[in-house]
């Protein structure tokens, strides 16, 4: 097959082929006769010239990979510049998405404060995301309330205001109390924590709203309409024995968890709105500190009720449901009979004999409910002394004390020959205004007396 001679001429034509110059080629076809003279050459098929270009690309990269080969350092550099304009690209994207990111959630986060409240202040914002309500829904009529949101909108307040008034803070350049101290009648101060405007018309809201929805104990006489100190005197008229204990440190007793569990589990509101009115009825001890010129109000405890903001006494009548209910048949069944206005828990009966079973018993119960008993103040009083239950003389009736009567009588006496500001020896600003409640208070216990000590009053010149 090798030595067939067309196999040969087809060989030695594809070599001159290859070989020679197509311009010479074609002159010597010419000349041969084989082409004409007045013809150029035909041009190569489009899909050949394509192929031939696509293999003059393909060598030209074979070329520049093997020259670039050929020069590791200079393969490395570019490699190295390449890495680098990749990493610059990513981080530049990676910079717009993380921007991109931010301000969505800035945005979401500023959505979110119109709607919600997040975060109240260290150790009190637990449960502030939970707005499941108690199985049995809002108990005592209180208005169904889901959320802190709805809660300020029921005020008539927006939620920035809500957050602002129940934001806890430990140290603070702005607080929402009036501070002050007035003297107690057995001596010593008390000290009063009044709140502001906005936080009293909130802390009202729930008073009239929630907490009055609660109707009072049968034992419980205290911030109760309709009841009073005499109401609370009277079951105590004419007994043999007569029991008096007061509770120290009433108010500061219920503390913030102590008040969210009044209004989660006797309301049954969900925890984030318990936790907004545990806020706004709650404030801590403070006292005031200076720092670089700046008064600061700090913290000396915990959150507790303030004596003096309005739903402090019906949250502690609420709070003590359990206290009056044991202590109420402790009394029963020993023969005795049981109130309680505020902190002051009262006994009587006519068998003296059980008198130490029943202080030993209610200081159990005391302790047990959370609470401790002032011993100071722990008095019996006896038929032959004089008994008293919240400043009322209850020996034979409700009455004010022999010696407050005489004593008003006979100042009014002197002041209608001398003039009331003769008789002003405590230099009291108000004194007729004084004098006016003092015979109010008797009024209240015998309407006949304060009837005529009134007359006695307005016959007197200033």
């Known amino acids: 097959m090798a030595d067939d001679p067309k196999e040969k001429k087809k060989a030695l034509y594809q070599q001159l082929v290859e070989s020679a110059d197509e311009e010479l080629v074609l002159a010597r076809m010419r000349e041969l006769g084989f082409w004409p003279s007045s013809e150029p050459l035909p041009e190569d098929p489009d899909d050949e010239v394509k192929e031939t270009l696509e293999l003059e690309y393909e060598l030209a990269q074979l070329r520049k990979k093997a020259t670039v080969v050929a020069d590791p350092q200079k393969a490395l550099e570019q490699e190295r510049v390449r890495r680098w304009k990749e990493s610059k690209e990513r981080r530049a994207k990676a910079k717009i998405e993380r921007e991109l990111e931010a301000k969505q959630r800035r945005e979401a986060w500023e959505t979110a404060k119109k709607e919600r409240v997040w975060h109240a202040g260290e150790g009190v914002s637990a449960g502030l995301e939970s707005h499941t309500p108690s199985p049995d829904g809002v108990r ?74 609660v109707g009072p104990q049968p034992t419980v006489h205290g911030f109760q309409r309709g009841r009073s100190v005499k109401s609370n005197a009277t079951p105590h008229v004419s007994k043999r024995v007569v029991v008096n204990l007061d509770l120290e ?5 219920l503390g913030f968890r102590r008040v969210k569990g009044v209004f989660r589990s006797v ?31 700090v913290a000396l405890g915990e959150r507790v009720l303030p004596q003096g903001a309005c739903t402090s006494p019906m949250l502690t009548n609420i709070a003590c449901y359990a206290l009056d209910r044991r202590l109420g048949g402790l009394a029963g069944s020993l023969g005795f009979a049981y109130t309680r206005y505020a902190d002051d828990l009262t006994f009587s009966s006519d068998d003296p004999r059980k008198t130490g079973r029943l202080l030993k018993a209610v200081r159990d119960v005391v302790k047990n409910e959370g609470f401790v008993v002032n011993e100071a103040k722990t008095r019996v009083m006896r038929r032959g002394g004089r008994q008293e239950v919240t400043g009322v003389t209850v020996n034979r009736k409700a009455n004010v004390s022999r010696k407050e009567r005489r004593r008003l009588r006979a100042l009014l006496h002197n002041a209608k020959k001398t003039g009331l500001a003769a008789q002003n020896r405590t230099k009291h600003p108000r004194f007729r205004e004084h004098l006016r409640g003092r015979i109010a208070w008797i009024g209240m216990l015998d309407a006949a007396q304060g009837a005529k000590l009134r007359a006695m009053l307005d016959a007197c010149p200033d």
């Open 140 to 213: 005592f009529g209180a208005p169904p309330i889901a959320t802190p949101k709805a809660l300020a909108e029921a005020m008539g307040i927006d939620l920035p205001k809500l957050r602002w008034l129940t934001y806890h803070r430990r140290a603070a350049a702005l607080v929402h109390y009036h501070r002050f101290s007035v003297p107690k009648k057995t001596g010593g101060l008390r000290h009063i924590s009044a709140p502001k405007k906005d936080l009293r018309r909130a802390q009202e809201w729930i008073l009239v709203h929630v907490l009055e929805r």
């Open 249 to 253: 440190d009433f108010f500061p007793t």
């Open 267 to 297: 309301f049954g509101y969900p925890e984030s709105v318990a936790t907004v009115m545990a806020l706004l009825c709650t404030e801590p001890p403070r006292v005031e500190a200076e720092l670089d010129g700046k008064v600061f109000h």
